[in-house]
Protein backbone atom coordinates (compact mmCIF):
# COMPACT_ATOMS: atom_id res chain seq x y z
CA UNK A 1 0.00 0.00 0.00
CA UNK A 2 0.90 3.47 -0.96
CA UNK A 3 -0.31 6.72 0.66
CA UNK A 4 1.15 10.31 -0.07
CA UNK A 5 0.72 12.83 2.28
CA UNK A 6 1.63 15.67 -0.04
CA UNK A 7 1.56 19.69 0.93
CA UNK A 8 1.50 19.57 4.48
CA UNK A 9 3.66 21.37 7.01
CA UNK A 10 6.11 18.73 8.09
CA UNK A 11 6.96 19.65 11.78
CA UNK A 12 10.98 18.08 12.90
CA UNK A 13 12.14 20.22 16.70
CA UNK A 14 14.32 22.16 14.21
CA UNK A 15 12.11 23.38 11.67
CA UNK A 16 8.47 23.45 9.67
CA UNK A 17 8.70 23.02 6.02
CA UNK A 18 6.14 22.04 2.73
CA UNK A 19 6.90 18.79 1.61
CA UNK A 20 5.55 15.27 0.73
CA UNK A 21 5.47 12.33 2.20
CA UNK A 22 5.01 9.04 0.55
CA UNK A 23 4.37 5.65 3.37
CA UNK A 24 4.84 2.29 1.83
CA UNK A 25 3.61 -0.21 3.57
CA UNK A 26 4.75 0.64 7.55
CA UNK A 27 7.73 2.93 6.43
CA UNK A 28 8.28 6.38 5.81
CA UNK A 29 9.76 5.90 1.78
CA UNK A 30 10.35 9.92 0.44
CA UNK A 31 10.10 13.04 2.35
CA UNK A 32 10.53 15.36 -0.32
CA UNK A 33 10.10 18.97 -2.02
CA UNK A 34 9.99 17.05 -5.23
CA UNK A 35 6.56 16.56 -6.92
CA UNK A 36 5.46 13.36 -5.97
CA UNK A 37 2.82 11.85 -9.06
CA UNK A 38 -0.12 10.66 -7.44
CA UNK A 39 -1.08 8.27 -9.93
CA UNK A 40 1.94 5.90 -8.44
CA UNK A 41 0.06 5.85 -5.03
CA UNK A 42 -2.79 3.85 -3.90
CA UNK A 43 -4.42 6.88 -1.76
CA UNK A 44 -3.41 10.46 -2.12
CA UNK A 45 -4.00 13.05 0.71
CA UNK A 46 -3.69 16.67 0.35
CA UNK A 47 -3.01 18.25 3.23
CA UNK A 48 -2.59 21.79 2.27
CA UNK A 49 -2.96 24.25 5.16
CA UNK A 50 -2.41 21.08 7.68
CA UNK A 51 0.85 20.34 10.05
CA UNK A 52 2.55 17.07 9.93
CA UNK A 53 4.04 15.42 12.92
CA UNK A 54 5.33 12.53 14.16
CA UNK A 55 3.31 10.11 15.92
CA UNK A 56 3.11 11.22 19.23
CA UNK A 57 4.64 8.87 21.65
CA UNK A 58 3.18 9.06 25.73
CA UNK A 59 5.86 7.14 27.87
CA UNK A 60 3.53 7.16 30.85
CA UNK A 61 -0.33 5.46 30.87
CA UNK A 62 -1.88 3.12 33.17
CA UNK A 63 -4.25 1.36 30.79
CA UNK A 64 -5.28 -0.94 33.74
CA UNK A 65 -5.68 -4.24 31.63
CA UNK A 66 -5.15 -6.93 32.94
CA UNK A 67 -7.00 -6.62 36.35
CA UNK A 68 -8.80 -3.05 36.50
CA UNK A 69 -10.90 -3.41 33.12
CA UNK A 70 -13.81 -1.84 34.87
CA UNK A 71 -11.98 1.46 34.75
CA UNK A 72 -10.21 1.55 31.08
CA UNK A 73 -9.25 -1.73 29.06
CA UNK A 74 -6.76 -1.66 25.89
CA UNK A 75 -9.48 -1.11 22.94
CA UNK A 76 -11.07 2.20 25.18
CA UNK A 77 -7.29 3.83 25.85
CA UNK A 78 -5.69 3.12 21.93
CA UNK A 79 -9.08 4.44 20.81
CA UNK A 80 -8.76 7.79 22.91
CA UNK A 81 -4.65 7.59 22.24
CA UNK A 82 -5.76 7.62 17.92
CA UNK A 83 -8.33 10.06 18.28
CA UNK A 84 -5.46 12.22 20.35
CA UNK A 85 -3.02 11.93 17.77
CA UNK A 86 -0.54 9.58 19.82
CA UNK A 87 0.68 6.60 17.91
CA UNK A 88 2.52 4.72 20.67
CA UNK A 89 2.38 4.25 24.49
CA UNK A 90 4.30 2.98 27.33
CA UNK A 91 2.45 1.60 29.99
CA UNK A 92 3.01 1.34 33.43
CA UNK A 93 3.26 -2.02 35.87
CA UNK A 94 0.55 -1.09 38.33
CA UNK A 95 -2.10 -3.70 36.88
CA UNK A 96 -3.30 -6.72 38.26
CA UNK A 97 -1.54 -8.68 38.59
CA UNK A 98 1.72 -6.45 38.77
CA UNK A 99 4.22 -6.48 35.96
CA UNK A 100 7.30 -7.41 37.79
CA UNK A 101 8.65 -10.98 36.13
CA UNK A 102 9.62 -11.53 32.97
CA UNK A 103 6.52 -14.03 32.48
CA UNK A 104 3.67 -11.19 33.61
CA UNK A 105 5.31 -8.63 31.00
CA UNK A 106 5.40 -11.52 28.24
CA UNK A 107 1.64 -12.35 28.72
CA UNK A 108 0.80 -8.84 28.76
CA UNK A 109 2.38 -8.20 25.48
CA UNK A 110 0.56 -11.27 23.95
CA UNK A 111 -2.72 -9.57 25.45
CA UNK A 112 -2.04 -6.60 23.62
CA UNK A 113 -1.28 -8.04 20.15
CA UNK A 114 -4.85 -8.05 18.95
CA UNK A 115 -6.39 -5.27 20.36
CA UNK A 116 -4.42 -1.89 20.49
CA UNK A 117 -5.04 0.75 17.74
CA UNK A 118 -1.85 1.64 18.23
CA UNK A 119 1.54 0.94 19.23
CA UNK A 120 2.22 -0.70 22.81
CA UNK A 121 4.83 -1.48 25.38
CA UNK A 122 5.32 -2.11 28.79
CA UNK A 123 7.49 -1.14 31.68
CA UNK A 124 8.62 -3.89 34.14
CA UNK A 125 7.98 -3.26 37.73
CA UNK A 126 10.86 -3.59 40.99
CA UNK A 127 9.92 -4.48 44.14
CA UNK A 128 12.69 -5.68 46.68
CA UNK A 129 13.55 -8.44 45.66
CA UNK A 130 13.17 -9.19 41.77
CA UNK A 131 16.24 -8.26 40.33
CA UNK A 132 16.93 -11.31 38.62
CA UNK A 133 13.33 -10.49 36.48
CA UNK A 134 14.69 -6.99 35.71
CA UNK A 135 17.98 -8.19 34.46
CA UNK A 136 16.66 -10.87 32.24
CA UNK A 137 13.34 -8.88 31.24
CA UNK A 138 14.29 -7.64 27.08
CA UNK A 139 10.97 -6.37 25.49
CA UNK A 140 10.33 -3.61 27.47
CA UNK A 141 11.51 -0.06 27.74
CA UNK A 142 12.66 -0.01 31.33
CA UNK A 143 12.19 -0.36 34.87
CA UNK A 144 9.39 1.28 36.66
CA UNK A 145 9.72 1.82 40.58
CA UNK A 146 7.67 3.21 43.15
CA UNK A 147 9.77 5.28 45.53
CA UNK A 148 7.05 6.27 46.85
CA UNK A 149 3.61 3.92 46.98
CA UNK A 150 0.65 5.76 44.65
CA UNK A 151 -2.60 3.19 43.24
CA UNK A 152 -1.84 -0.40 43.75
CA UNK A 153 0.65 -1.92 46.46
CA UNK A 154 4.11 -1.34 44.20
CA UNK A 155 7.05 0.30 46.63
CA UNK A 156 10.14 -0.13 46.77
CA UNK A 157 11.61 2.45 49.74
CA UNK A 158 14.46 0.40 51.67
CA UNK A 159 18.04 2.13 50.41
CA UNK A 160 19.66 -1.47 50.30
CA UNK A 161 17.40 -2.54 47.81
CA UNK A 162 17.31 0.71 45.50
CA UNK A 163 21.04 0.27 45.64
CA UNK A 164 20.90 -3.55 44.16
CA UNK A 165 18.65 -2.08 41.19
CA UNK A 166 20.53 0.90 40.34
CA UNK A 167 23.89 -1.50 40.26
CA UNK A 168 23.17 -4.84 39.00
CA UNK A 169 20.55 -3.77 36.01
CA UNK A 170 20.92 -2.14 32.40
CA UNK A 171 18.05 -0.62 31.55
CA UNK A 172 17.17 2.83 32.00
CA UNK A 173 14.82 3.03 35.26
CA UNK A 174 12.24 5.94 35.46
CA UNK A 175 10.62 6.40 39.03
CA UNK A 176 7.52 7.78 40.76
CA UNK A 177 9.28 10.03 43.29
CA UNK A 178 7.42 10.94 46.70
CA UNK A 179 8.84 9.94 49.66
CA UNK A 180 7.08 7.09 51.56
CA UNK A 181 8.07 8.20 55.51
CA UNK A 182 6.95 12.36 54.71
CA UNK A 183 4.07 11.23 52.80
CA UNK A 184 2.64 9.21 56.09
CA UNK A 185 3.89 11.46 58.61
CA UNK A 186 1.91 13.77 56.53
CA UNK A 187 -1.11 11.89 55.99
CA UNK A 188 -1.38 11.27 60.18
CA UNK A 189 -1.46 14.98 60.70
CA UNK A 190 -4.51 14.83 58.55
CA UNK A 191 -5.88 12.05 59.19
CA UNK A 192 -8.95 14.04 60.26
CA UNK A 193 -9.83 15.52 56.99
CA UNK A 194 -12.22 14.76 54.60
CA UNK A 195 -11.26 18.00 52.36
CA UNK A 196 -9.34 16.93 49.53
CA UNK A 197 -7.74 19.80 48.84
CA UNK A 198 -5.70 18.50 51.46
CA UNK A 199 -3.99 16.27 49.58
CA UNK A 200 -1.36 18.72 48.20
CA UNK A 201 -0.72 18.96 51.97
CA UNK A 202 0.18 14.85 53.06
CA UNK A 203 1.81 14.56 49.23
CA UNK A 204 3.27 17.92 49.84
CA UNK A 205 6.86 19.62 48.07
CA UNK A 206 8.93 18.24 50.50
CA UNK A 207 7.99 14.62 49.68
CA UNK A 208 8.27 14.80 45.91
CA UNK A 209 11.64 16.99 46.70
CA UNK A 210 12.84 14.63 48.75
CA UNK A 211 12.30 11.56 46.62
CA UNK A 212 13.75 12.82 43.80
CA UNK A 213 17.22 14.12 45.01
CA UNK A 214 17.53 10.59 46.75
CA UNK A 215 16.91 8.83 42.71
CA UNK A 216 19.03 11.63 41.07
CA UNK A 217 22.10 10.29 43.64
CA UNK A 218 21.19 7.03 42.85
CA UNK A 219 21.36 7.22 39.01
CA UNK A 220 24.36 9.84 39.74
CA UNK A 221 26.50 7.46 41.76
CA UNK A 222 25.63 4.47 39.68
CA UNK A 223 26.27 6.17 36.05
CA UNK A 224 22.51 4.69 35.42
CA UNK A 225 20.04 6.33 32.99
CA UNK A 226 17.10 7.71 35.41
CA UNK A 227 13.84 9.43 33.88
CA UNK A 228 12.28 12.06 36.61
CA UNK A 229 8.75 10.77 36.22
CA UNK A 230 5.70 13.76 36.44
CA UNK A 231 8.05 16.71 38.27
CA UNK A 232 5.48 18.70 40.21
CA UNK A 233 7.01 21.27 41.88
CA UNK A 234 9.75 24.51 41.14
CA UNK A 235 12.67 22.85 43.61
CA UNK A 236 12.73 19.70 41.41
CA UNK A 237 13.44 21.48 38.82
CA UNK A 238 16.20 23.01 40.15
CA UNK A 239 17.74 19.77 41.12
CA UNK A 240 17.35 18.85 37.78
CA UNK A 241 19.17 21.62 35.82
CA UNK A 242 22.18 20.87 38.07
CA UNK A 243 22.36 17.25 38.08
CA UNK A 244 24.21 15.33 35.48
CA UNK A 245 23.54 14.11 32.07
CA UNK A 246 22.24 10.41 33.36
CA UNK A 247 18.88 12.42 34.10
CA UNK A 248 16.54 13.06 31.87
CA UNK A 249 12.49 14.55 33.51
CA UNK A 250 9.54 14.72 32.21
CA UNK A 251 6.08 16.83 33.54
CA UNK A 252 2.22 16.11 32.50
CA UNK A 253 -0.52 18.43 31.70
CA UNK A 254 -2.15 18.49 34.53
CA UNK A 255 1.11 19.94 36.71
CA UNK A 256 1.19 22.57 33.93
CA UNK A 257 -2.35 23.41 33.99
CA UNK A 258 -4.13 22.77 37.19
CA UNK A 259 -3.24 24.05 40.47
CA UNK A 260 -4.38 23.94 44.23
CA UNK A 261 -6.81 26.85 43.35
CA UNK A 262 -8.85 24.41 41.02
CA UNK A 263 -9.56 21.96 43.71
CA UNK A 264 -12.52 24.30 45.04
CA UNK A 265 -13.90 24.20 41.08
CA UNK A 266 -12.92 19.98 40.33
CA UNK A 267 -12.70 18.60 43.68
CA UNK A 268 -11.41 14.82 43.82
CA UNK A 269 -11.04 15.38 39.78
CA UNK A 270 -7.45 16.78 40.45
CA UNK A 271 -6.75 14.61 43.02
CA UNK A 272 -3.63 12.73 41.61
CA UNK A 273 -0.10 11.51 43.20
CA UNK A 274 2.00 13.94 43.15
CA UNK A 275 0.09 15.74 44.06
CA UNK A 276 -1.30 19.29 42.17
CA UNK A 277 0.64 22.25 43.26
CA UNK A 278 0.65 26.05 42.88
CA UNK A 279 0.37 28.35 40.23
CA UNK A 280 3.94 29.34 40.72
CA UNK A 281 5.22 25.74 40.15
CA UNK A 282 2.96 25.48 36.97
CA UNK A 283 4.77 28.75 35.69
CA UNK A 284 8.41 27.30 36.78
CA UNK A 285 7.57 23.57 35.00
CA UNK A 286 6.76 25.66 31.57
CA UNK A 287 9.56 27.41 31.73
CA UNK A 288 11.24 24.44 32.29
CA UNK A 289 10.46 22.83 29.50
CA UNK A 290 11.09 26.23 27.48
CA UNK A 291 15.03 25.71 28.40
CA UNK A 292 15.74 22.55 28.29
CA UNK A 293 16.09 21.34 31.87
CA UNK A 294 12.60 19.20 31.33
CA UNK A 295 12.35 17.57 27.81
CA UNK A 296 9.62 15.44 27.58
CA UNK A 297 5.61 15.79 28.01
CA UNK A 298 3.68 12.42 28.99
CA UNK A 299 0.17 11.92 30.78
CA UNK A 300 -0.07 9.56 33.49
CA UNK A 301 -3.04 8.86 31.83
CA UNK A 302 -5.17 6.98 35.11
CA UNK A 303 -8.48 6.47 34.80
CA UNK A 304 -10.86 5.82 37.70
CA UNK A 305 -14.61 5.65 37.30
CA UNK A 306 -16.80 8.75 38.07
CA UNK A 307 -18.17 6.44 40.59
CA UNK A 308 -15.05 6.05 42.48
CA UNK A 309 -14.21 9.41 41.83
CA UNK A 310 -17.33 10.69 43.59
CA UNK A 311 -16.22 9.01 46.85
CA UNK A 312 -15.01 11.12 50.24
CA UNK A 313 -11.51 12.39 50.84
CA UNK A 314 -9.44 10.54 50.77
CA UNK A 315 -11.19 7.06 49.67
CA UNK A 316 -11.68 8.98 46.54
CA UNK A 317 -8.59 7.23 44.06
CA UNK A 318 -6.02 9.61 42.55
CA UNK A 319 -5.38 9.90 38.56
CA UNK A 320 -7.42 11.08 36.18
CA UNK A 321 -7.51 10.26 31.99
CA UNK A 322 -5.60 12.41 29.81
CA UNK A 323 -4.12 10.76 26.58
CA UNK A 324 -6.88 11.63 23.87
CA UNK A 325 -6.67 15.88 25.14
CA UNK A 326 -2.87 16.11 25.61
CA UNK A 327 -1.99 17.36 22.52
CA UNK A 328 -4.84 19.59 21.99
CA UNK A 329 -4.12 21.55 25.33
CA UNK A 330 -0.05 21.73 24.27
CA UNK A 331 -1.06 22.87 20.25
CA UNK A 332 -3.67 25.15 21.98
CA UNK A 333 -1.18 26.68 23.98
CA UNK A 334 1.16 26.78 20.29
CA UNK A 335 -1.99 29.18 19.65
CA UNK A 336 -1.29 31.00 22.69
CA UNK A 337 1.88 31.96 21.65
CA UNK A 338 3.52 30.15 24.95
CA UNK A 339 5.47 27.38 22.51
CA UNK A 340 6.38 27.02 19.57
CA UNK A 341 5.13 23.79 17.01
CA UNK A 342 8.27 22.45 16.70
CA UNK A 343 8.95 22.83 20.41
CA UNK A 344 5.98 20.09 21.13
CA UNK A 345 7.25 17.88 18.57
CA UNK A 346 10.26 17.94 20.92
CA UNK A 347 8.64 17.54 23.95
CA UNK A 348 5.69 14.72 22.49
CA UNK A 349 7.53 12.80 20.01
CA UNK A 350 11.78 13.26 19.56
CA UNK A 351 12.56 13.37 23.09
CA UNK A 352 10.92 10.09 24.28
CA UNK A 353 12.03 8.19 21.33
CA UNK A 354 15.35 9.29 22.68
CA UNK A 355 14.81 8.81 26.43
CA UNK A 356 13.61 5.30 25.79
CA UNK A 357 15.85 4.19 22.97
CA UNK A 358 12.76 3.07 20.71
CA UNK A 359 13.48 2.25 17.18
CA UNK A 360 12.38 4.00 14.34
CA UNK A 361 10.21 6.53 15.90
CA UNK A 362 9.60 9.90 16.73
CA UNK A 363 10.67 11.63 13.86
CA UNK A 364 9.89 12.28 10.09
CA UNK A 365 12.33 10.46 8.06
CA UNK A 366 12.95 7.56 5.32
CA UNK A 367 13.17 4.33 6.87
CA UNK A 368 10.94 5.50 9.84
CA UNK A 369 8.15 4.00 10.92
CA UNK A 370 5.20 5.56 9.28
CA UNK A 371 3.69 6.68 12.64
CA UNK A 372 2.59 10.05 11.82
CA UNK A 373 -0.33 12.05 12.93
CA UNK A 374 -1.92 15.24 10.65
CA UNK A 375 -3.22 18.24 12.99
CA UNK A 376 -5.72 20.68 11.92
CA UNK A 377 -4.30 24.42 13.73
CA UNK A 378 -6.92 26.29 13.41
CA UNK A 379 -9.68 23.66 14.63
CA UNK A 380 -11.13 24.54 18.02
CA UNK A 381 -13.36 21.84 19.73
CA UNK A 382 -14.76 21.75 22.85
CA UNK A 383 -14.05 18.63 25.29
CA UNK A 384 -17.60 16.57 26.49
CA UNK A 385 -17.57 13.76 29.05
CA UNK A 386 -19.83 11.65 26.55
CA UNK A 387 -17.66 11.80 23.27
CA UNK A 388 -14.94 11.00 25.57
CA UNK A 389 -12.83 7.29 23.77
CA UNK A 390 -11.82 6.36 27.43
CA UNK A 391 -13.61 3.84 29.09
CA UNK A 392 -14.53 5.96 32.14
CA UNK A 393 -15.82 8.95 30.19
CA UNK A 394 -14.88 11.71 31.61
CA UNK A 395 -12.17 14.52 31.78
CA UNK A 396 -11.07 16.92 34.02
CA UNK A 397 -10.96 19.56 30.92
CA UNK A 398 -14.50 18.94 30.04
CA UNK A 399 -16.23 22.60 29.25
CA UNK A 400 -12.63 23.82 27.59
CA UNK A 401 -12.51 25.22 23.87
CA UNK A 402 -9.14 24.07 22.78
CA UNK A 403 -7.64 25.33 19.25
CA UNK A 404 -5.73 22.55 17.22
CA UNK A 405 -6.45 18.83 17.18
CA UNK A 406 -5.48 16.08 15.71
CA UNK A 407 -7.78 14.90 12.34
CA UNK A 408 -6.00 11.87 11.04
CA UNK A 409 -3.43 9.45 12.35
CA UNK A 410 -1.18 6.90 10.99
CA UNK A 411 -0.19 4.22 13.03
CA UNK A 412 3.00 1.86 10.82
CA UNK A 413 1.17 3.41 7.68
CA UNK A 414 -2.48 2.56 8.39
CA UNK A 415 -5.12 5.23 9.02
CA UNK A 416 -6.09 4.19 12.95
CA UNK A 417 -8.36 7.64 13.43
CA UNK A 418 -9.89 10.30 10.93
CA UNK A 419 -12.35 13.60 12.18
CA UNK A 420 -14.03 14.15 8.36
CA UNK A 421 -17.37 16.28 8.59
CA UNK A 422 -17.19 16.38 12.30
CA UNK A 423 -17.64 12.47 12.65
CA UNK A 424 -15.06 10.40 13.93
CA UNK A 425 -13.74 7.08 12.06
CA UNK A 426 -11.87 4.36 13.50
CA UNK A 427 -9.90 1.62 12.05
CA UNK A 428 -12.16 -1.40 12.52
CA UNK A 429 -9.35 -3.38 13.65
CA UNK A 430 -6.01 -3.38 15.42
CA UNK A 431 -3.03 -1.64 13.79
CA UNK A 432 -0.87 -1.07 16.44
CA UNK A 433 2.55 -3.06 16.98
CA UNK A 434 5.07 -4.21 19.62
CA UNK A 435 7.35 -1.35 20.27
CA UNK A 436 11.28 -2.11 19.60
CA UNK A 437 13.96 -0.51 21.32
CA UNK A 438 17.58 0.46 20.22
CA UNK A 439 20.20 -1.53 22.61
O1 LIG B 1 -2.42 9.71 40.43
C1 LIG B 1 -1.87 8.68 40.08
N1 LIG B 1 -2.58 7.61 39.67
N2 LIG B 1 -0.53 8.58 40.15
C2 LIG B 1 0.12 7.42 39.96
O2 LIG B 1 1.32 7.38 40.08
C3 LIG B 1 -0.65 6.19 39.70
C4 LIG B 1 -1.93 6.50 39.09
C5 LIG B 1 -2.86 5.32 39.01
O3 LIG B 1 -2.41 4.26 38.57
O4 LIG B 1 -4.03 5.46 39.35
Redesign the pocket.
Known amino acids: MRILIHGANVVTPDRTAVLNVLIEDHLIANVTADPIDPSSVDQAIDATGLHLIPGVIDDQV?F?EPGLTHKEDLAHATRACAKGGVTSFLE?P?TIPNTTTVDALHQKLDMASGKCLVNYGFYIGATPDNVRELQNAKRTPGIKI?IGS???NLLVDEQAALERIFAETDLPICA?CEDETTVRANAQKYSASTDVADHSKVRDHNAAVIATRRAIDLSTRHNHPFHV??VSTAEEVELIAAAGPTITAEVCPHHLFFNIDDYDRLGSLV????SIKTAADNERLFQALLDGTIGVIAT?H???TLEEKDQPYPAC????PAVENYLALMLNQVNQSRCSIEQVVSWMCAAPARVWNIKNKGHILEGYDADLTLVDLSLSRTIENQTQQTKCRWSPWAGETLTGWAVRTFVMGKEAYRLEDRTEHFAPEPVGHEIEYDR
Open positions: HRMNFSTGHLHKMNPDAPHPSGL
